[in-house]
């Protein structure tokens, strides 16, 4: 018995920083949290900033606001 709690001691005092899989988790955890906040922060830069311009740069280059698909289905006559 005596030589269980001393090799347990020795375990419990041992502060060499073995301890792959905890610190494997905390990285794996850091990571998904960066990950979703950069996806977060790209779409609302994009959706708000690039994306609305981009659109009305090709509605513009291909003439869609004077087609016919400009005003299917939103109630808009076409003379």
């Given at each position: 018995m005596k030589k269980f709690f001393e090799k347990a001691m020795s375990c419990l005092s041992n502060?060499?920083?073995?301890?792959?899989?905890?610190?494997?988790?905390i990285i794996a955890v850091v990571v998904v949290v960066i990950g979703c906040l950069l996806m977060t922060l790209m779409k609302?830069?994009?959706?708000?900033?690039?994306?609305?311009?981009?659109?009305?740069?090709?509605?513009?280059?291909?003439g869609y606001a004077d087609s016919y698909a400009a005003g299917v289905g939103s109630g808009v006559t076409i003379n």
């Open positions: 502060e060499r920083g073995e301890g792959a899989f905890l610190d494997v988790v609302q830069l994009y959706s708000g900033t690039v994306f609305p311009k981009f659109k009305a740069y090709i509605e513009s280059l291909f």
